[in-house]
Nanobody, 116 residues
């Protein structure tokens, strides 16, 4: 089992920045990929960004050039720096961990609201 605790999020004006952080505990040796997903009202949950143990990153096209994902493997944390935020970035953001057995663990979610 992996437990995830998120922090960050909140209300920001369009063009502003926010930083999300997620700390993993428990069976962290089983972690293969860490990342962030989001779900806006009435929409399906979508991948925002992921980072592998080797540091390979992946982003959804809509955030490329604006968001940056980073990971501290020693501390088992993953951060998402979000710049140039847009109203369409408004969503609940979820920290995700995928294990080597392809099992997904999720954080409780943190609300990000961007006012236009």
């Amino acid at each position: 089992q992996v437990q995830l605790v998120e922090s960050g999020g909140g209300l920001v004006q369009a063009g502003g920045s926010l930083r999300l952080s997620c700390a993993a505990s428990g069976s962290v040796a089983n972690i293969k990929v860490m990342g962030w997903y989001r779900q806006a009202p009435g929409k399906q949950r979508e991948l925002v960004a992921t980072i592998s143990n080797g540091g390979t990153t992946k982003y959804v096209d809509s955030v490329k050039g604006r968001f940056g994902i980073s990971r501290d493997t020693a501390k088992n944390t993953v951060d998402l720096q979000m710049d140039s935020l847009k109203a369409e970035d408004t969503a609940v953001y979820y920290c995700n961990v995928r294990s080597f057995l392809s099992y997904d663990y999720w954080g409780q979610g943190t609300q990000v609201t961007v006012s236009s």
